[in-house]
T-cell receptor, first 115, second 114 residues
Framework: DVKVTQSSRYLVKRTGEKVFLECVQDMDHENMFWYRQDPGLGLRLIYF???????EKGDIPEGYSVSREKKERFSLILESASTNQTSMYLCASTLTGRRSGNTIYFGEGSWLTVV | AQSVTQPDIHITVSEGASLELRCNYS??????LFWYVQSPGQGLQLLLKYFSGDTLVQGIKGFEAEFKRSQSSFNLRKPSVHWSDAAEYFC????????????FGKGTRLSVIA
């Protein structure tokens, strides 16, 4: 089974802190994604990556950056955390092209509270 | 632009009753269609997916969904709901060619009462 692991399930950070959310997948997937989930808004795509050192902005990239130095790891960075970034963050991965059928596998989520 | 609409924000059903969750999509090409379920505090789990062929798709936990191209719909159904089905359900669409991130609906929260 595919496993997507988000290292931190629950975090509490102070406004202005730099925050790292780490995600690792173990199935050699090319594509990795970071979503944000808020009540009533569903899942919104922050950033995604098709390959090592590549990144693409999603729908809500403002206030975030990402890093993909290794294929299996995709990090989400909040350079200066703000209270409006309090949310559930979901990492996901998938293969490229028709092999994947676009089936996306999710981690269990990271709950971030910014105070 | 592609979009997914789940018209029902919250549905309550009695245990043992049938269930239908609605999903409509707007997409310029032949889509892949998915339903995911999320239990409280957890990530998303794939229930079922449609790529091509038979328009009635069977999934895990006794769920099924039917693709209706003429209605741009992919509704999720279950004949008899169990209390453990209480969760949030997301419909999603993607391109057949792959590589493009899925577009998700905003979700439908299902409550199950005795």
């Amino acid at each position: 089974d595919v496993k997507v692991t988000q290292s931190s399930r629950y975090l509490v950070k102070r406004t202005g802190e730099k925050v790292f959310l780490e995600c690792v997948q173990d199935m050699d997937h090319e594509n990795m994604f970071w979503y944000r989930q808020d009540p009533g808004l569903g899942l919104r795509l922050i950033y995604f990556s098709y390959d090592v050192k590549m990144k693409e902005k999603g729908d809500i990239p403002e206030g975030y950056s990402v890093s993909r130095e290794k294929k299996e790891r995709f990090s989400l960075i909040l350079e200066s955390a703000s209270t409006n970034q309090t949310s559930m963050y979901l990492c996901a991965s998938t293969l490229t092209g028709r092999r994947s059928g676009n089936t996306i596998y999710f981690g269990e989520g990271s709950w971030l509270t910014v105070v | 632009a592609q979009s997914v609409t789940q018209p029902d924000i919250h549905i309550t059903v009695s245990e043992g009753a049938s269930l239908e969750l609605r999903c409509n999509y707007s997409y310029g090409a032949t889509p892949y269609l998915f339903w995911y379920v999320q239990s409280p505090g957890q990530g998303l789990q794939l229930l079922l997916k449609y790529f091509s062929g038979d328009t009635l798709v069977q999934g895990i936990k006794g769920f099924e969904a039917e693709f209706k191209r003429s209605q741009s719909s992919f509704n999720l159904r279950k004949p008899s709901v169990h209390w453990s089905d209480a969760a949030e359900y997301f419909c999603a669409v993607g391109l057949v060619s792959g590589n493009t991130p899925l577009v998700f609906g905003k979700g439908t929260r299902l409550s199950v009462i005795a």
